[in-house]
């Protein structure tokens, strides 16, 4: 009963219903293609890893640091080994890179949620106007006219409804995303920094990174 429902009215809806249905598909193929991603990402984070990387820099056991950076595929302490084999060039600069590198990944195909905010509820406009366009060409024929004419125009406001749910349904996970973007590249920053400042302080300390990077090299 419920898809014979969604079935008229999406008919009634006009052609245009068509574009908008494969812009609803799209955009929730986008979505859970982002939320797997993310999730992945969270699972592959460990926190107390990170916190022994960054004592093991501090405190000159470089060896230690190196080691925990090549023990699986947490993020950032990738980026701390990344910085650890180019230390001896630019760390500061090779973690950037790597970063960037990331943050790129967890950006993908968030344009396409972006483009449906805005072309979804554009094609319901578009449809809304052909739907009342071939309203009015009952004005005048019959006495039924003005009941047909409002009965056509009730259905041409289905496209602009849809497109509208479907601008709405994109917006939400897509300033998440955004969100949870911003909240990464601060992580980073943060990370990098802190990182740079450790690797200066072991260094004053007489534990020289770049030498450590440099004996890397050679093996």
């Known amino acids: 009963m419920l898809a014979n429902i969604v079935v008229n009215t999406f008919l009634q809806g006009g052609w245009v219903m068509w574009p908008i249905l494969a812009s609803f598909f ?10 797997i991603w993310w999730l992945r990402f969270r699972a592959s984070l460990r926190n107390q890893q990170q ?13 230690t640091a190196w080691q925990l950076s090549r023990s699986g595929s947490e993020p950032f302490l990738q980026n701390l080994g990344e910085g650890m084999t180019h230390a001896h060039t630019s760390m ?23 483009t449906m905010i805005t072309l979804a509820p554009l094609l319901g406009l578009f449809g809304t106007v052909v739907g ?13 006219a003005p009941g047909k ?12 409804a849809c497109g509208i749910a479907i601008a709405i349904l994109c917006l939400l996970p897509y ?11 601060g992580s980073f920053e943060r990370w990098i920094n802190h990182t740079e400042l450790l690797a200066r302080s072991a ?13 890397l090299g050679k093996k």
């Open 149 to 160: 004419v409002s009965g056509g125009i009730a259905e041409a406001l289905i496209a602009t």
């Open 92 to 114: 500061l600069a090779a973690m950037q890179l790597h970063a960037t590198h990331i943050i790129e990944k967890a950006e993908a195909r968030m344009w396409i949620l972006s």
């Open 26 to 35: 799209l955009a929730i193929c986008v979505v859970l293609d982002r939320a």
């Open 203 to 215: 260094k004053e300390h007489g534990h020289d990174l770049e030498a450590f990077a440099t004996n």
């Open 132 to 144: 009342i366009m071939g309203s009015f060409k009952f004005v005048g024929d019959e006495q039924l």
């Open 51 to 63: 916190e022994k990387a960054r004592d093991a820099i501090g405190t000159g056991d470089f060896a």
């Open 175 to 185: 300033n998440f995303f955004r969100k949870r973007l911003s909240v990464l590249r």
